[in-house]
C-alpha cells in the first residue's frame, strides 16, 4: 500500500463526492415519492394557478349578466349554464379552449366568480381566465354607469315636473 498523498487526498476526494451525491439523490429519492404519493395534490395547484378568482359586490344575476356580457365580447360559444350546489356554472368555448366561469352567491350583494380556460387536461390558460375576469369588471362598471345615468335622468325629468 501506498502512502502518496495525492493518491489518498484523491480517494477522498471520490468517497466525499459519492457521499455528496447519495444524499442529494436520497433526497430527489424523497422528492419523487412525495411527488408520487400527492400528485392530485399538486394537479389542483396547477389548476388553480390557471383559474382567476374576484369577488363582486354585486348580486350574483348582475354578476352572470356581465359574465355573458364579457364571453360574447371574447367571441366565446357559450354550450350552457348548469344549476351548481354553490350557484351556476357557465360552460363555453372558443378556439381550442374550454372555458368555464362558476358564479357563487355569497350573500345577496356579494358573488364570487371563478373563471378558467383550458387547452386540455393538463394545459391552463391563466391569462386568458385573467381575461374573462377583467371583461367583466368591465361590463359590470359599464351596468353601473349606464344605471347611474338612467337615475340621473329620470330624477332630472322628475324634478321639472314638479
Same mark, same amino acid.
Given at each position: 500500500?501506498? /502512502?502518496?498523498?495525492?493518491?489518498?487526498?484523491?480517494?477522498?476526494?471520490? &468517497?466525499?463526492?459519492?457521499? *455528496?451525491?447519495?444524499?442529494? &439523490?436520497?433526497?430527489?429519492?424523497?422528492?419523487? %415519492?412525495?411527488? &408520487? *404519493?400527492? *400528485?392530485?395534490?399538486?394537479?389542483? /395547484? !396547477?389548476?388553480?394557478?390557471?383559474?382567476?378568482?374576484?369577488?363582486?359586490?354585486?348580486?350574483?344575476?348582475?354578476?352572470?349578466?356581465?359574465? =355573458?356580457?364579457?364571453?360574447?365580447?371574447?367571441?366565446?360559444?357559450?354550450?350552457? %349554464?348548469?344549476?351548481?350546489? /354553490?350557484?351556476?356554472? %357557465?360552460? *363555453?368555448?372558443?378556439?381550442?379552449?374550454?372555458?368555464?366561469?362558476?358564479?357563487?352567491?355569497?350573500?345577496?350583494?356579494?358573488?364570487?366568480?371563478?373563471?378558467?380556460?383550458?387547452?386540455?387536461?393538463?394545459? !391552463?390558460?391563466?391569462?386568458?381566465?385573467?381575461?374573462?375576469?377583467?371583461?367583466?369588471?368591465?361590463?359590470?362598471?359599464?351596468?353601473?354607469?349606464?344605471?347611474?345615468?338612467?337615475?340621473?335622468?329620470?330624477?332630472?325629468?322628475?324634478?321639472?315636473? =314638479?
Amino acid at each position: 500500500m501506498s /502512502s502518496n498523498p495525492g493518491r489518498i487526498l484523491a480517494s477522498w476526494m471520490r &468517497l466525499l463526492a459519492l457521499v *455528496g451525491m447519495g444524499a442529494s &439523490l436520497s433526497g430527489c429519492g424523497a422528492l419523487a %415519492i412525495t411527488a &408520487l *404519493g400527492v *400528485g392530485a395534490s399538486a394537479g389542483v /395547484s !396547477h389548476t388553480a394557478s390557471g383559474t382567476s378568482y374576484r369577488t363582486f359586490t354585486a348580486s350574483a344575476t348582475q354578476v352572470k349578466a356581465a359574465s =355573458l356580457a364579457a364571453l360574447s365580447k371574447m367571441g366565446v360559444t357559450v354550450e350552457g %349554464i348548469a344549476k351548481t350546489e /354553490s350557484g351556476e356554472l %357557465i360552460k *363555453g368555448n372558443s378556439a381550442d379552449r374550454s372555458i368555464e366561469v362558476e358564479l357563487e352567491a355569497m350573500s345577496k350583494s356579494t358573488t364570487q366568480m371563478r373563471a378558467s380556460a383550458k387547452r386540455n387536461l393538463f394545459v !391552463h390558460d391563466a391569462a386568458t381566465a385573467k381575461e374573462i375576469v377583467e371583461q367583466t369588471e368591465r361590463a359590470m362598471a359599464a351596468a353601473d354607469k349606464r344605471a347611474k345615468a338612467a337615475t340621473t335622468s329620470y330624477l332630472v325629468r322628475a324634478s321639472g315636473s =314638479l
